[in-house]
T-cell receptor
Framework: AQSVAQPEDQVNVAEGNPLTVKCTYSVSGNPYLFWYVQYPNRGLQFLLKYITGDNLVKGSYGFEAEFNKSQTSFHLKKPSALVSDSALYFCAVRDWGGDKIIFGKGTRLHILP | DTEVTQTPKHLVMGMTNKKSLKCEQHMGHRAMYWYKQKAKKPPELMFVYSYEKLSINESVPSRFSPECPNSSLLNLHLHALQPEDSALYLC????????????????FGPGTRLTVL
């Protein structure tokens, strides 16, 4: 069965510093991986996805993610954090052959001014 | 139009009430989803409609009844809910998930905050 793991409940980063939010995955077949962000009292917003091709995927709001097949990881990164990046981040994987996506438990990102 | 809209934004209902949540998208997407989300938790999938047909029901209690009247609309009818059903209910849509479309991302609405008294 497909699954993703987000090992950190919360990540604290000073504004202006680089940030990383970790995600590892377990899939059978090709991994279709996604990152979503959720601001308080809002729905989820799509950030980026990995389907195939370049291991570095660029997305919205200056975020990027690095796909690493050997480490089965898909970490979310940003070179310089903003206070407005503070939110709940979900990694997700498409359920193989189905209509579902499987979400990780989420990581709360807190950017300190 | 790249937006999924949901109404109402907030809903308070008693355990004997009947109410409905509404979701609409005009992106031509053929897959639509209902999720339930508790605070600080990931969304839990409830139902998936593909081409207006129910394709997934994640063993949701019958007090939740989905309906897809056409390709743009998705409803969730609520009856005799319990206080533990209080949550944020999210609707989402995506392009066709068939034939290689598994990589299509989902677009989420802002959600309906439901409180059951």
């Amino acid at each position: 069965a497909q699954s993703v793991a987000q090992p950190e409940d919360q990540v604290n980063v000073a504004e202006g510093n680089p940030l990383t939010v970790k995600c590892t995955y377990s899939v059978s077949g090709n991994p279709y991986l996604f990152w979503y962000v959720q601001y308080p009292n809002r729905g989820l917003q799509f950030l980026l996805k990995y389907i195939t091709g370049d291991n570095l995927v660029k997305g919205s709001y200056g975020f990027e993610a690095e796909f690493n097949k050997s480490q089965t990881s898909f970490h979310l990164k940003k070179p310089s954090a903003l206070v407005s990046d503070s939110a709940l981040y979900f990694c997700a994987v498409r359920d193989w052959g189905g209509d579902k996506i499987i979400f990780g438990k989420g990581t709360r990102l807190h950017i300190l001014p | 139009d790249t937006e999924v809209t949901q109404t109402p934004k907030h809903l308070v209902m008693g355990m004997t009430n009947k109410k409905s949540l509404k979701c609409e998208q005009h992106m031509g997407h053929r897959a639509m989803y209902w999720y339930k989300q508790k605070a600080k938790k990931p969304p839990e999938l409830m139902f998936v409609y593909s081409y207006e047909k129910l394709s997934i029901n994640e063993s949701v209690p019958s007090r939740f009844s989905p309906e897809c009247p056409n390709s743009s609309l998705l409803n969730l009818h609520l009856h005799a809910l319990q206080p533990e059903d209080s949550a944020l209910y999210l609707c989402a849509s995506s392009q066709d998930t068939r034939g290689g479309g598994e990589y299509n991302e989902q677009f989420f609405g802002p959600g309906t905050r439901l409180t059951v008294l």
